[in-house]
């Protein structure tokens, strides 16, 4: 399967290091810095490779190359536009999160992915983690019981110097804030796991450290589900002096899981009322990870590449990144109005934020 990667800065790593471990042709990898290319290929002992083409204009990219899977992974704010110029050209796409910063762009790239019969998957590449699939097996099975409630806390730590590396970070047109950009993984993860369907959020967000930012370095929510279960959100960049947990809980009438580590990595509370031996094992799992995005991109790549070969629906699919999206910017919303916010939200984008701080 031939395969390009849009955009070489810092998640670029695990994007390259997945495609290899696919067995993916990489016929070519495009980024506006020329540098980031050729560091990002010399890290993977690439550099020598001849036959990948560089480019630093993504569109003749596109024109010049048969390819059959892109994976986009620039800032956020261009997610969209590369999308549909790679669909509209027929090429699968794997999109970093989030998959655009407006609900209009998210529409569209679903709308245009089924009118050409593309195949699009958002990288929360998080549910792939051991203990995610884990929690989720034992949901599906109905082993929770009617889920009373559930949290997730992100509490992470992003200092001046990361902002600093890429001015468009912390950016409303090109980024957002901490719930956006570090959080919305586990933002994906909690809606998941409590049924998708929301009512309604309550929301707040602050700029308590970060003034050299347009976003919001915190932000706290309340969800309310439809069915009937609710949740809080914690998701913050301010945590001294480095990253300290990604813990997602879920609480029901017959099971408790928490699942913590750097990024729901771990497995540190599982308790049902059924337990078997095969519990016993679950009970204190670790999976190593080598930074906090974990090593899920491998095992979404290949669910893709499947996907792609057997016409399927990707295991996170763009409507997962949508929903994924459409929370964040319901919280976006509701520090914005002050207001619950009802479900489903149609016209709101980060850029509407603009000011917020």
Request: proline share 2%.
């Amino acid at each position: 399967m031939r395969y390009a990667l849009i955009g070489c800065g810092r998640i670029s790593t695990n994007h390259i290091k997945a495609s290899i471990n696919n067995d993916l042709e990489i016929i070519a990898v495009c980024d506006i810095v020329p540098e980031q290319m050729e560091n990002l290929l010399k890290k993977h002992s690439l550099e020598e490779a001849k036959d990948i083409k560089r480019y630093t204009d993504f569109k003749k990219m596109v024109d010049e190359n048969e390819l059959d899977l892109v994976s986009i992974a620039t800032e956020s704010g261009k997610h969209a536009e590369i999308a549909l110029y790679c669909i509209e050209h027929g090429i699968h796409v794997i999109i970093e999160k989030p998959m655009a910063m407006s609900m209009q762009d998210a529409d569209a790239i679903i709308q245009k992915a089924e009118e050409n019969n593309v195949k699009v998957s958002a990288c929360h590449q998080n549910r792939f983690n051991v203990a995610v699939q884990k929690m989720r097996q034992a949901l599906e099975q109905g082993r929770f019981g009617k889920i009373s409630h559930g949290s997730i806390h992100v509490r992470w730590n992003r200092n001046q110097e990361y902002y600093t590396q890429a001015p468009w970070r912390g950016t409303w047109k090109q980024d957002g804030g901490a719930l956006m950009n570090q959080c919305i993984h586990g933002i994906d993860l909690l809606r998941w796991m409590m049924s998708d369907e929301i009512d309604e959020v309550y929301g707040v967000t602050k700029q308590q450290f970060h003034h050299y930012l347009e976003a919001e370095d915190v932000g706290m929510a309340v969800v309310k589900f439809k069915n009937g279960a609710v949740a809080t959100i914690e998701g913050t960049t301010n945590v001294y002096p480095q990253n300290l947990e990604e813990t997602l809980y879920l609480f029901g009438e017959n099971g408790t899981v928490k699942l913590g580590g750097k990024s729901t990595n771990n497995i540190d509370v599982w308790e049902f009322a059924d337990e078997t031996d095969v519990d016993l094992l679950n009970k204190g799992l670790e999976e190593a990870t080598s930074n906090v995005y974990g090593n899920g991109h491998t095992s979404l790549f290949a669910d893709m590449i499947d996907a792609i070969n057997k016409d399927r629906t990707p295991y996170v699919d763009a409507y997962a990144g949508r929903r994924a999206l459409e929370l964040v910017l319901a919280i976006y919303k509701s520090q914005k109005t002050g207001e619950v916010v009802r479900f489903p939200i149609k016209d709101f984008a980060s850029i509407d934020m603009k000011g917020q701080f």
